[in-house]
C-alpha cells in the first residue's frame, strides 16, 4: 500500500527497455548512452548512471587521490548531484561572499564543515559507498547529494535526460540509475560491453516532488 | 321562547364575530408561522453549515500550529544531531520539552522505517500505530489526522525531520477532550454543541468528546459526511428536545475512516424568537378575544335591543295595545324600522277605530248602530248599571212617501236631520242610535215612566218645526213608543222589542206616543198565532164587516157605506183591525184578507141590489194591494160573478199607500179606473198632501181625514182648512167627503161648507149588516132612491 501514485512508475522502472545496439568506435573504448524520462516521458535531470563490472579493473581507476568539487554557489551546491568513485576527496569551495556551514548526517559520511568563506579549502574524504545528503545549517533551502559509487564508469543526466558514460573497456557491467527523489531503486541491468559496440538504453522512472526544505508545507 | 331566540341571535352574531377574529388570527399566525419557520430553519441550517466550516478552519488552524511547534524542533540542529545519532534520552527530553511548550499531550518520535523512536507515550520500540499518517507525511511533507490512541482522541500532526532530507518523523498529538469541544463550541453560534464520535472496528459508537452528552444510539440515524465535507442536515431528537444535526467528516489516518464531529444546534434555541413571537400571538388572541367578545357582546346588543323593543311592541299590538316603540335618538336602520313600525301600528289603530266605528255607526247618520246600542244598554241594565232605564223607539212616519216624493237623497238628509233634533230634544245622559232604516231608538239611564213620557213628549214637539232640505219643507211625523227598565223587560232585546210594540200600539191607538202595554201585547206568540187564525177565522165568519153609513149631504140620504173589517177572535175577542191588518201586511197574510174582503163586499153589494138599496159600497185597500197587478182583473171577475155595475163598489186608498210604489199604484188605479170603479183618497191632509200626485190620480172622491172634522164646530182652523179642501176638491171635480162627524153642528157646517158625504158617529158607528139594514129602515136617512 506505500506509495500508490509511485506504483505504475516503479512497474516501468523495472522494465526498462534496454536496446543494445552493435559497438562502434575504437577498439579500445566504447561508450553507453543511457536516457532517463519520468512517466509522462519528460526528461530527468541529475539521475546517476553507472555501469559497474565484476571485473574491478574494468571499474576504472582507484578513487583515492582523485579530487572532486562541490561548490556553494547562490545558496546552490553545484553540481546538485556529484557522483564519486569511495576514495575520492572532495573539496568544498564557497563561491558565496557569505559564510556557509556544509553538514551531512547520512550514514555513508556524517560530518561538518564549520562556517566558512571561499578562500579557505575545506575538503572531506568519501570512503564507504552510498548516498550522502549536504545541507547548511545557515539555509536551509541549500540541498546537494554526493553519490559514492564502487566504480569510476558514471555520469548525470542533463537537462535532456541523457547520461553518457565514456571510456568503457569491452566485458560484463551492471547498469544503475539512481535519482535523489527517485520513489523505488532501479534494479540493475546486466550488459556486456564490446570492443567495438558500445551501449544505449532508456529508463523511466517515478519521482517524488522536491522537498521544499527549510519551510512547513502549507 | 322570544328571549332565548334573541339570545340565540345575539350569541349568533357574537360568535360569528369571535369565529371571524380567530379566522384572522389564525391566518396570521400560519403566515408568520410559514414565514418564521421558513426563515429559522434556513438560519439554522445556515448556522449549522457555517459551524461545520468553523470547525474545519479550526481543526486546521489547530494542525498548523502544531506544525510549527513540531517543525520548530525538526529544523533545529541539535536535535537532527540527536536524531542523526540515534541519542534517545536526547530525543525524548527535546520532545517533551516540546510538547510542553505547545500544549501538546503526546510526542513521538518515528523512524524512516516507521519504528517508534521515543515517545512521550509508551510506545517506545513498537511499529508506528496511526496507519498510513507518516505516509502522507511523506507525500505531503506534513499530515494531520484524528485518531484514537490509548482509547482518546488526539488531533494528531506528523512532520519530517530534515537533515536535510528527511531523517525522521516527529508525531505530534494534542487531546481533544471535553474541554477542547467546549473551546471550539466558543467559536460558534449560541444553541450549537459538538460531539466527537468514532465508530470502532466493530461497528459500536464511542463518544469521545461533547459539550452535550449524546446516546450514540442515535448516530444510526445520521447521515455520513462526504470526505472532507459535511453531511446533510437532519433533524434527530434527543432527550426530548429536536437538534438540526451535521456530521463533519475529521482528517483520518488513511487507514481508520471512523472518526467524526456532529455538530446539533438546538431547535429550542433556533426556534426561541419564534416562540417568544407565539406567545406575544397568544397573547394578542386572548387580548383581541376579550375585546372582541365584549365589543361584540355590545354590537349585538346594540342590534338585538332594539329588535328586542319591536317585537315586544308587535306581540302587544297582537293583543289589542297600540302602544308606540320607543324610536331613540339614533338615525339608524332601527330608527327607521322603529319608525315605520309605529307609522303602521297608528294606522292599524286608526283603522281599527274606523272599522269599529263602522261597525258600531250608522254611515247615513253618524249615529251609533243597533249593535252598539245594544252593547251600551247591556252595560246599563247589566250589574254596576243605571238600575232603571227608559228605552224610547222612535218610527218615523211615511217614509216611503217622502223617498217617493223627494227622492232617496232628500230622504239621506232628512234622516241626517232627525238625528241631531232628537238628540237636541233629548239632552242630557242618553244613548242614542239608529235602530233601523225608519227608527231611531233612545236610551235613558236613571228614568222611570214620567220622565221618559214627558221625554218623548219633547221628541213629539221636536218634530212639529218641519225640516227644510234643498229648499223644500218637510213635515214628519213620528210614532214613540216607550219600554221601561225593569218594568217592561229584563233583557236588551225585550226592551228594545217591547218598545217597538210601544210605537204599533200607539200607532193601533191613532196617538203618537205609546207606553208599552203588556195588556195588549200579550207576546209576540200571540201575534203570530194571530195570522195562524186570520185564514181559519176569515173561512168561520169570526171577521166580519161592519159598515159605516156615509150621508149625502145634500139630500140627507144614506148613498154609500164604508166596509170597516171586524175580527171577533174566539178567544181573544175584538182584535183591534190596526194590529192585524199591519201583522198581515208584514207577513204576506194581507192578500187572503183583501179577496176576503172584495167577495164579501161585492156581495153584500149584490144583496143589496136584491134588495134594490142604491148603496155603493167601499173598502180600503193597503199599499201592497195597490202593487198587485192582478187586482184590477180580480176585481172585474167578482164583479161580473155578482152581476154588479163597477159604478157600484168604491177603493179607498190611502195617499201614503199610493205613495209607496206611485208608479206601479198609478197603473191599477187607472185600470180600475178604466172600469168605471169609483177611487177615493183616504186620510187626506194626514200625509203629502201633494196636489202634483193628487192631480195625475184617477180619483172620483176625497175623504177629509178625522182629525180636520173631529173639532170643527169649535176650530176656526179646521173649519178654514176643510172649507178650502172642499173648494179645491170641487174644482178638480171631485166628491168631497168627510170623516168623523160626531155632532150636529159640524155636520150642520160640512153641509154649508157643500161638503158632498159625511161619515161619523153622529150618523152611525160602523155596525154589521143586519143592523146597519135596520138602520137604513129606521133612521131619519133614508135611502135616497127618490134623489137619485
Not at chain 2, 245594544?374 to 218615523?396: K, Y
Not at chain 2, 225585550?494 to 201585547?521: F, H, N, T, W
Not at chain 2, 172585474?636 to 157600484?648: G, N, Q, R
Request: charged letters at 20%; a negative charge.
Amino acid at each position: 500500500m506505500r506509495g500508490l501514485r509511485a506504483a505504475p512508475g516503479t512497474i516501468h522502472g523495472l522494465l526498462p527497455v534496454v536496446l543494445l545496439l552493435g559497438s562502434v568506435v575504437s577498439a579500445r573504448a566504447a561508450q553507453a548512452v543511457v536516457t532517463v524520462t519520468d512517466d509522462q516521458g519528460a526528461p530527468i535531470e541529475h539521475a546517476v548512471v553507472s555501469l559497474t563490472s565484476p571485473d574491478p579493473a574494468l571499474n576504472g581507476p582507484p578513487g583515492k587521490g582523485a579530487v572532486a568539487v562541490m561548490a556553494q554557489q547562490d545558496k546552490q551546491f553545484v553540481p546538485h548531484v556529484l557522483p564519486v568513485r569511495v576514495g575520492t576527496t572532495v573539496s568544498f569551495p564557497n563561491h558565496d561572499d557569505f559564510r556557509h556551514q556544509v553538514y551531512s548526517f547520512s550514514p555513508a559520511k556524517t560530518f561538518q564543515i564549520s562556517l566558512y568563506s571561499g578562500d579557505e579549502d575545506k575538503r572531506e574524504v568519501f570512503d564507504k559507498p552510498g548516498v550522502v545528503a549536504l545541507g547548511c545549517n545557515i539555509h536551509d533551502t541549500m540541498l546537494g547529494y554526493i553519490y559514492v559509487l564502487e566504480t569510476g564508469n558514471f555520469a548525470v543526466t542533463g537537462a535532456d535526460g541523457v547520461a553518457v558514460v565514456d571510456g568503457l573497456q569491452p566485458g560484463p557491467y551492471r547498469i544503475n540509475v539512481w535519482h535523489p527523489r527517485q520513489r523505488a531503486p532501479l534494479a540493475g541491468q546486466e550488459v556486456t560491453v564490446t570492443a567495438d559496440a558500445g551501449v544505449t538504453a532508456s529508463y523511466t522512472m517515478s519521482l517524488k516532488p522536491p522537498l521544499l526544505l527549510g519551510v512547513p508545507h502549507p | 321562547m322570544r328571549a332565548a331566540l334573541f339570545g340565540r341571535f345575539q350569541t349568533r352574531l357574537l360568535l360569528l364575530f369571535l369565529s371571524l377574529f380567530v379566522l384572522v388570527q389564525v391566518a396570521t399566525y400560519c403566515a408568520v408561522y410559514m414565514v418564521t419557520s421558513r426563515n429559522l430553519g434556513g438560519q439554522a441550517r445556515q448556522h449549522l453549515l457555517y459551524s461545520g466550516e468553523t470547525l474545519h478552519r479550526a481543526i486546521h488552524d489547530r494542525a498548523d500550529k502544531l506544525v510549527e511547534g513540531a517543525a520548530v524542533l525538526s529544523t533545529d540542529f541539535g536535535f537532527r544531531e540527536a536524531v542523526a545519532t540515534g541519542d534517545s534520552p536526547t530525543i525524548l527530553s527535546a520532545l517533551v520539552n516540546l510538547a510542553q511548550r505547545i500544549g501538546a499531550q503526546r510526542a513521538m518520535l518515528v523512524s524512516l522505517d516507521r519504528q517508534v523512536v521515543a515517545d512521550t507515550g509508551g510506545l517506545r520500540g513498537k511499529p508506528f500505530p496511526l496507519g498510513r499518517l507518516v505516509d502522507l507525511a511523506d507525500e505531503h511533507g506534513r499530515s494531520s489526522a484524528f485518531v484514537v490512541l490509548d482509547g482518546a482522541l488526539y488531533n494528531f500532526v506528523v512532520v519530517p525531520v530534515m537533515a536535510p532530507v528527511p531523517i525522521a518523523w516527529v508525531g505530534l498529538g494534542t487531546r481533544i477532550d471535553d474541554a477542547q469541544a467546549v473551546s471550539l463550541k466558543a467559536l460558534m453560534p449560541r444553541g450549537m454543541d459538538i460531539n466527537f464520535v468514532h465508530r470502532a472496528a466493530d461497528g459500536n459508537w464511542r463518544v469521545l468528546a461533547s459539550t452535550l452528552p449524546l446516546d450514540p444510539k442515535s448516530l444510526d440515524a445520521l447521515p455520513r459526511p462526504v470526505p472532507g465535507g459535511n453531511s446533510e442536515p437532519v433533524t434527530l431528537a434527543e432527550n426530548g428536545s429536536d437538534y438540526l444535526t451535521l456530521a463533519v467528516d475529521l482528517p483520518d489516518d488513511g487507514v481508520d475512516q471512523g472518526t467524526f464531529a456532529v455538530l446539533r444546534y438546538s431547535l429550542d434555541v433556533a426556534f426561541g424568537p419564534y416562540r417568544t413571537l407565539v406567545f406575544v400571538l397568544l397573547g394578542l388572541l386572548a387580548l383581541g378575544l376579550i375585546v372582541v367578545a365584549v365589543g361584540g357582546a355590545l354590537v349585538a346588543r346594540t342590534v338585538s335591543r332594539p329588535l328586542h323593543r319591536l317585537a315586544e311592541a308587535a306581540s302587544k299590538v297582537s293583543r289589542g295595545d297600540y302602544q308606540p316603540v320607543e324610536v331613540g335618538p339614533r338615525r339608524d336602520e332601527f330608527a327607521q324600522l322603529s319608525s315605520s313600525f309605529n307609522r303602521m301600528v297608528s294606522s292599524i289603530d286608526e283603522r281599527e277605530k274606523q272599522i269599529t266605528f263602522q261597525a258600531e255607526h250608522d254611515s247615513e247618520t253618524g249615529l251609533p248602530n243597533r249593535r252598539r246600542f245594544e252593547r251600551e244598554l247591556e252595560a246599563l241594565i247589566g250589574p254596576g248599571g243605571a238600575g232603571t232605564v227608559s228605552v224610547i223607539v222612535v218610527t218615523v212616519d211615511r217614509v216611503n212617501e217622502v223617498r217617493n216624493a223627494f227622492g232617496y237623497s232628500t230622504w239621506d238628509k232628512l234622516i241626517a236631520l232627525i238625528g241631531p233634533r232628537l238628540a237636541g230634544s233629548v239632552p242630557g245622559e242618553r244613548v242614542l242610535a239608529r235602530l233601523s232604516t225608519v227608527s231611531f231608538i233612545l236610551a235613558l239611564p236613571g228614568c222611570g215612566g214620567d220622565e221618559a213620557r214627558s221625554a218623548a213628549e219633547r221628541i213629539r214637539s221636536g218634530f212639529e218645526e218641519p225640516f227644510v232640505i234643498d229648499g223644500f219643507t218637510i213635515d214628519a211625523n213620528a210614532q214613540i213608543g216607550i219600554a221601561n227598565h225593569p218594568e217592561h223587560a229584563s233583557t236588551v232585546g225585550g226592551l228594545i222589542q217591547k218598545a217597538s210594540i210601544g210605537v204599533m200600539q200607539a200607532q193601533s191607538s191613532g196617538l203618537v206616543v205609546g207606553v208599552y202595554d203588556p195588556e195588549r201585547d200579550s207576546s209576540t206568540a200571540r201575534r203570530l198565532s194571530l195570522m195562524g187564525d186570520l185564514r181559519r177565522s176569515l173561512a168561520n165568519r169570526e171577521v166580519q164587516f161592519y159598515y159605516q153609513p156615509k150621508i149625502h149631504l145634500p139630500s140627507g140620504t144614506i148613498t154609500q157605506v164604508e166596509a170597516l173589517v171586524r175580527w171577533i177572535h174566539p178567544e181573544l175577542g175584538f182584535v183591534p183591525p190596526v194590529e192585524f191588518i199591519t201583522l198581515a201586511e208584514q207577513t204576506g197574510h194581507i192578500g187572503y184578507l183583501t179577496a176576503w174582503a172584495l167577495e164579501s163586499a161585492i156581495r153584500q153589494c149584490a144583496v143589496w141590489r136584491e134588495m134594490d138599496y142604491p148603496i155603493r159600497v167601499a173598502i180600503n185597500l193597503s199599499a201592497q194591494d195597490l202593487s198587485d197587478r192582478a187586482l184590477p182583473a180580480t176585481v172585474a171577475a167578482l164583479l161580473s160573478e155578482h152581476d154588479i155595475d163597477p159604478s157600484w163598489l168604491v177603493l179607498e186608498v190611502t195617499e201614503s199607500a199610493v205613495m209607496k210604489d206611485p208608479e206601479q199604484a198609478i197603473k191599477v188605479l187607472e185600470e180600475l179606473n178604466r172600469m168605471n170603479v169609483t177611487l177615493s183618497v183616504d186620510d187626506y191632509g194626514t200625509g203629502y198632501s201633494s196636489m202634483g200626485y193628487l192631480k195625475k190620480l184617477p180619483i172620483q172622491e176625497l175623504k177629509i181625514d178625522r182629525s180636520f172634522v173631529l173639532n170643527l164646530a169649535s176650530s176656526p182652523q179646521d173649519q178654514i182648512l176643510v172649507r178650502s179642501t172642499i173648494e179645491m176638491g170641487h174644482s178638480l171635480g171631485l166628491h168631497v167627503t168627510a170623516e168623523g162627524v160626531e155632532d150636529e153642528a159640524s155636520a150642520k157646517l160640512l153641509r154649508e161648507f157643500g161638503c158632498d158625504l159625511a161619515q161619523g158617529y153622529y150618523y152611525s158607528r160602523p155596525v154589521p149588516v143586519d143592523e146597519l139594514n135596520r138602520f137604513i129602515e129606521e133612521s131619519p136617512w133614508g135611502l135616497g132612491r127618490a134623489a137619485e
